[in-house]
Each structure stands twice: as C-alpha cells, then as structure tokens.
C-alpha cells in the first residue's frame, strides 16, 4: 500500500496505528526522556555521578516525603544539585515518595485542605529550587484512594503548569495486588499527568520465596502493551534496573533469601568464583549459579545487553524514554547504548 506523503501514521492507545491527513494536525519533536535517580548518597557524590553521562538528561533525587505531621510532607530540597545538574545539562525532576503506608496516605489525599496543603508546599518547593519536574511515587495505596490519587495529580499538574514544571507518576506493572497495581486507575493518571513510569523491575521481588530475575524480558514486554491500552506510549517512561539480586537457598532448610546487588558487585562475584555465564533464553539475560557452605547461589544478570534489549522496547513502541534505578549501580559502558535521540 502506497501512502502519500501528506499523511502521517499515528498510534493510538493499545498501539493501533492509523494514518491521518498533516494539513489539519500541527507536530512537535520531543527529545526521549534519559533519567535516573539518586539514591543514598550525598550531594557531593550525587554531583559526581552526573560526570562522562552525556545522554543523561533527567536527575531524581529523593527530596519530598509525606509526613504524618501538620506540615503533611518533608522537605529537603538542595539547591547546589539543582546548579550543578543544570550546569550540566540536566533537567532535576525530585521525588514524592509516600513511605509505602496506606494508611498515611489516605489520611492526606482523602482530605482536600491536606492535599491543598500538600499541593501548596509542593509548588513553592519545586519553584524556589529551580527544579523543573516532580516524580510522584505513590505504592502500597488502598482501592478507596483510587479517585482521590487522579485527583490530587491532577490538581498538582494544575498548581505547577503555569511555571512549565511537569509531572510524572510512577505506577507498577500491571497485576493482580489490588494494592500494588489495582489502586492505580492508569487511564486517568495519563490523562492528567505528563508522564507515566512504568516500574519495570521486581517481577521477583525481594523478600518473595521463589528465586527469579529481576525483570524478564517478556515479562516488561507485556507491561508496556497493556499500559499502552491505558496511556498514549508517548507519555510512557520505561523504568529499568541497574541492579539484579542474587539469590540466596539453603539446601538443608530450602529457605530462600535475596541480597540486591550492583552491577560492579555481580562481575565482582563471577570473578572470585570462575564462573561462566550462560544465556537464558526466556529471561533475555545472562545467568549463573554457583554452590558454597551448602548454599546455592544464583544471579540474572543485568548488563549492557540485558539494558539494550530493554531499550528496544522503548524504541520500537515509540515511548517517551527509560527512568534507571539507581545511578551509581551500574557499570560504565551502560550510557554508550543509550541512542534515542
């Protein structure tokens, strides 16, 4: 089929393509997002890390927690980093985490003059340091709060429009917890919000009973496909790991534990120990196994070519970019695959 080059192909929610005339349509080139967040560290070596990563476009650190006192959240913004980054090219979207507890949660966003109070100090926060986005990371939440989060996102976006400071929302990969995923109504966040990120990480989690990868490629995969049913790919941030766990059996007791490590630690321990890594297929990433002190040890590995292949996925659905937990985990030669733009 032979198309004329007044038409552009448009994807529709669900990735369902169509064509439509360009005479009545005005286009815009947005450049992918490249983000990744700070985590436990200093502002002295959060600015180092922002060194030799020139695709890196987008900071995060950890600046705004919800509070149970009357002030409702806690502030620690810093205005040096938010220097730094711009000196370098970087744009610095904080984060607003909610400790994980419903509880805490639904007694502010369920209370319109606490989230008024939430909403308020949040802009002046963001505006006096300069910052130029917010990541809102909202997770263990109770099904009663699933309106009163769209709607405290979407009077955020309304307070912080006028200054151009987006707003990003992070929601788990779709699955059956109603805590963990059905509390988030994905399909209005999208609507409201700037971005969405999809953590694409903890298909095994740590603390769980069955060791397993981090993230399976098929398993991201078929995330990013049923949250394109819900938002256009172009507002969709693909959340990926610089970390991997390494799982841990007793084979007299069988229990299992997990010790999250980095990517330097991983080569680290294929090191010391000779091993050779082998290719799982259905995982879409490197593998090994090792016994020791009758335990069994066992890595998937997260590396350049596990990263490109996630990668991919943002490149062929046409997303708005990839989010990294966490800078600083990761070996060196990961930013040299980053070629979005």
């Known amino acids: 089929m032979n198309i004329p080059d007044y038409y552009y192909q ?11 005339k360009k005479s009545p349509v005005q286009a815009t080139t947005k450049n992918r997002i490249v983000m990744g967040w ?5 502002t002295e070596s959060y600015i180092q890390q922002l060194q030799n990563k020139k695709n890196l476009n987008v900071v995060s650190p950890r600046w705004f927690s919800l509070s149970s006192s009357e002030n409702v959240v806690t502030v620690s913004t810093d205005s040096k980093y938010v220097q730094a980054a711009h000196a ?39 505006i006096q340091s300069d910052s ?32 151009g400071i987006l707003v990003s929302v992070f929601v788990t990969r779709t699955n ?15 609507k409201v919000a700037d971005y969405i990120i999809m953590m694409g990480y903890d298909e095994y989690w740590a603390g769980g009973t069955q060791p397993g990868s981090v993230a399976t490629l098929p398993w991201v995969e078929e995330g990013i496909q049923l949250l394109m049913n819900d938002v256009p790919s172009h507002k969709i941030i693909l959340g990926v790991p610089f970390f991997t766990r390494e799982w841990v059996t007793n084979l007299t007791t069988n229990k299992v534990k997990s010790i999250d490590r980095t990517m330097a630690e991983v080569n680290q321990i294929i090191n010391a120990n000779g091993l ?32 490109e292949l996630r990668l991919n996925i943002v490149k062929q659905n046409h997303l708005g970019g990839a989010a990294a937990w966490h800078i600083g985990s990761e070996s060196p030669d990961i930013w040299s695959i980053y070629h979005f733009n």
């Open 10 to 20: 448009v994807q529709l929610l669900g990735g369902k393509k169509g064509w439509i």
């Open 38 to 42: 700070n985590y436990n560290g200093t």
């Open 88 to 126: 370098s090219g970087k744009q610095v979207w904080p984060l607003l985490g909610n400790r994980f507890d419903p509880v805490l949660t639904d007694s502010i966003i369920s209370n319109p003059q606490k989230r008024q109070k939430l909403v308020t100090t949040l802009r002046d926060s963001l």
């Open 132 to 163: 130029d986005g917010i990541n809102v990371d909202f997770e263990n939440i109770v099904i009663k709060n699933k309106q009163d989060f769209v709607i405290f996102i979407g009077e955020l976006k309304a307070a912080l429009k006028p200054s």
């Open 176 to 190: 059956n917890d109603p805590f963990w995923s059905g509390s988030l109504d994905r399909r209005e966040l999208g």
């Open 276 to 307: 050779q890594k082998v290719w799982d297929e259905k995982a879409s990433q490197y593998y090994v196994e090792f016994t020791a002190n009758e335990e069994k040890h066992q890595i998937w590995i997260e590396d350049k070519k596990s990263l």
